[in-house]
Structures are given as C-alpha cells and as structure tokens.
C-alpha cells in the first residue's frame, strides 16, 4: 500500500503543490565533507537563478521563494574543483523545486541523497518511475557505455553504434510512456514536461491535441505557455508571414524592435556566446554584412545566453568583431523572442523584407550570400 499512495502523488493536481510561502532546503553531510560547496540552479521570476552554500558542522542549506515548481539542478563539489568541473563529473540532483521543505541526507554522493519532506518531490519520483527514469540518468549511463568501450579495439565503431542505438530505443520507450502519462493525468505540472521532451523527436501535430486536453492551470504554467508558443510559431513564422515584433534591451539597455527596422531588410539572428557553430558562422555573417549594409541590411542579433553569461555575450561581441545590433533579455533558452520564434536550436535566423515579411529562413554559409545576391546584386 505504500507504494500505492507514493505512485499517486504523479497524478495530484498541481494545486496541491507550493502551499508555503517560500522553499526550505536542510542538507546534512558526513562532517569529512566540511568545507565543501552545494550549488543550486533554478528559476526565479523566469529568469535563471544559482545560489551556493558551503558544508559546516556536517549542514547545509537552501531558502528562497520561486514562483512555480520548476525543473532545478543541485551540483555537489566533492573535490574542491569548483561548480564547473563539478558538474561535469556529474555528481548531480536533478529535482523539482517548490515552495516547500526539502530535508537531504548525502552520505557518499548527492546523486543517491535521500530526500524527505516535500510532496512535490514524491511525486516527481514517482512520475519518474512511471516514465522509464530521468533524462540525465540516461544520458549519463549511455556516456559510462561509450567511455567503457576500447577506442582502439577494432570493432569500436561498431559498439559505439550499437549503443547508440541501444540508448536511442530507450529514449523513444521513454517518450511513448510520456505521451501516455500526459493524456492520463492532464492536471499533473509533468505533463507539460512530458510533452515538451516528446515533442523534441515528435511532429508537434501529435503533441498539440494533448497540450489542448491540459487543464486550465497546468497551461498557465510557464513551460506551458513556451510549448504553446511553439504550436503558434510552427503555423506562423513562415516564408511570406510577417515577422512577428518583440522588443529586447540592447548591450546598454535600449529596447529594440523588430518594427524598427521597417523599410529595411533586416536579418534576425539568433546565437550565443557558448555555440561553437553560431560564433564558426559569425566570420561569414560579418562578411555579407560589410558587402551588404550600405544597400539596406542591419542584422538584429538576439543572444540566448542567460544572466550569468552577460559578460561573455559582451565579450563575445568584441571578441569577434561584431559591429551590428545587439539584444538579449538574458533568460537563456527561455528568451521570449526565442520562444515567439519557436527557435529550438541556434544558429538560426530569419530574414525580413522591407514591408515585415519573412522572406528567407535558415540562410547560413554559402546560401546566406546567395539569397543576398538576388536581393541586392553582386
């Protein structure tokens, strides 16, 4: 019976979550660890949040009010080597962070930390167990297989493939028992995330008739309305639509829009300053504008680097030598014109004609001087 009742907290409305006024995180760890750090990413008023608290006498701790349960990421520093270098050894808690108390007791690895107190985290628990696990748990088992495997072994290629593949059909299992959950418990705050993991791989007409059956509430949510949002760009954000407008605040908090640059061409583009690809494409960018700009072309660049990477979009922008318009609202992936675009993977761009229609989608590399030569000329 106890599993019973633990197995149904997944299916509680999301009312039932966040009753107190702000979250409570009590760690303890053996006193061995003393000195050492727990960092904590989250959400806060949509925009990304981290925070750290350092192991003294054998405790830790957390407090701070989020607006909405909300996907967060706990990184324990074993090692002294810092938050970085701690994430990736992966000594990581990935949970659902709410308005409540949360008590954690590591005693080898924050990664197996049992956690008590919190409804909402019982629940995730369980919606993960109905699912197939966490994302990251795979993704970090399907590392551990690639690492086992003898690079210099001559079927190498071979094993890399059949886990690959191995991993691919766990992943699509994972996502068939997504779309069921979602359509069985359409008042549960995980069916939104079962929606928006499923439809990564799938047509977003399988996913909208779901998303439609949600209750009123959970399609409040934030991840919700982003999902939406995608639902809206497929239809919308097409050759021969206008551009949707938005407004962002420059480098020197100017806002900036869309509709400003009507009468002109202008590119919009979207990159980061952590994207190897958008910063390769950059030298060819710079080059078709220094050819274009004095016959109508301006380039709006839109970052999704979050808060805690200004200074690298900054420094990104000089570093390689970026002369046009800048903006960010600085919410990472959850920029709102990011999400107004339905942009799921950057580089990406869209070209505006000088009435505010798209004319050109994805234009990058030889292709983006070819779509300009037919506008402007050689």
């Keep these: 019976m106890k599993n019973?009742?633990?197995?149904?907290?997944?299916?509680?409305?999301?009312?039932?979550?966040?009753?107190?006024?702000?979250?409570?995180?009590n760690g303890s760890a053996p006193k061995?660890?003393?000195?050492?750090?727990?960092?904590?990413?989250?959400?806060?008023?949509?925009?990304?949040?981290?925070?750290?608290?350092?192991?003294?006498?054998?405790?830790?701790?957390?407090?701070?009010?989020?607006?909405?349960?909300?996907?967060?990421?706990?990184?324990?520093?074993?090692?002294?080597?810092?938050k970085l270098i701690a994430q990736n050894i992966g000594d990581r808690l990935?949970?659902?962070?709410?308005?409540?108390?949360?008590?954690?007791?590591?005693?080898?690895?924050?990664?197996?930390?049992?956690?008590?107190?919190?409804?909402?985290?019982?629940?995730?628990?369980?919606?993960?167990?109905?699912?197939?696990?966490?994302?990251?748990?795979?993704i970090d088992a399907g590392n551990k297989a690639f690492a086992a495997v003898d690079k210099n072994a001559?079927?190498?290629?071979?094993?890399?493939?059949?886990?690959?593949?191995?991993?691919?059909?766990?992943?699509?299992?994972?996502?068939?028992?997504?779309?069921?959950?979602?359509a069985k418990n359409p008042s549960?705050?995980?069916?939104?995330?079962?929606?928006?993991?499923?439809?990564?791989?799938?047509?977003?007409?399988?996913?909208?008739?779901?998303?439609?059956?949600?209750?009123?509430?959970v399609r409040q949510?934030?991840?919700?309305?982003?999902?939406?949002?995608?639902?809206?760009?497929?239809?919308?954000?097409?050759?021969?639509?206008k551009a949707p407008d938005f407004s962002q605040p420059d480098t020197n908090g100017k806002m900036i829009k869309v509709s400003d640059f009507k009468g002109q061409y202008v590119l919009i583009d979207f990159w980061a300053s952590w994207c190897g690809p958008c910063r390769a494409e950059n030298p060819n960018l710079l080059k078709a504008y220094n050819k274009y700009k004095g016959k109508g072309l301006e380039v709006l660049a839109v970052s999704l680097d979050d808060t805690k990477g200004k200074n690298a979009w900054i420094k990104a922008i000089k570093d390689d030598?970026?002369?046009?318009?800048?903006?960010?609202?600085?919410?990472?992936?959850s920029n709102e014109a990011a999400v107004l675009y339905g942009v799921r993977a950057v580089p990406q761009n869209y070209l505006v004609d000088p009435k505010g229609n798209i004319v050109a989608i994805n234009i990058k590399g030889e292709l983006l001087h070819q779509e300009l030569a037919k506008i402007f000329g050689n």
Excluded at 325 to 332: E, Q, S, Y
């Design 4 to 25: 019973l009742k633990i197995v149904a907290l997944a299916f509680l409305p999301m009312a039932s979550f966040a009753q107190q006024a702000n979250f409570q995180i």
């Design 32 to 82: 061995a660890f003393n000195g050492k750090k727990v960092y904590l990413d989250y959400t806060k008023d949509g925009f990304p949040a981290s925070d750290s608290s350092a192991i003294v006498n054998g405790k830790f701790s957390f407090s701070g009010t989020v607006e909405e349960p909300a996907y967060s990421r706990m990184v324990f520093d074993q090692e002294g080597k810092g």
């Design 94 to 138: 990935y949970f659902y962070l709410g308005n409540e108390t949360y008590n954690m007791t590591i005693k080898d690895s924050l990664r197996t930390a049992a956690v008590k107190g919190s409804p909402l985290h019982n629940a995730y628990v369980a919606y993960l167990n109905e699912i197939g696990g966490g994302f990251m748990d795979i």
């Design 154 to 182: 001559p079927d190498a290629n071979e094993q890399y493939k059949a886990i690959h593949e191995k991993f691919e059909a766990r992943f699509e299992a994972r996502r068939v028992k997504e779309l069921a959950f979602a």
């Design 188 to 217: 549960s705050i995980f069916a939104v995330d079962a929606l928006i993991d499923a439809a990564n791989k799938r047509k977003l007409s399988e996913i909208e008739p779901l998303f439609l059956k949600l209750s009123k509430e």
């Design 221 to 241: 949510t934030t991840n919700a309305r982003q999902l939406e949002a995608r639902f809206l760009a497929e239809r919308s954000v097409k050759i021969g639509n």
């Design 321 to 333: 030598g970026l002369p046009w318009i800048h903006v960010a609202d600085l919410k990472g992936w």
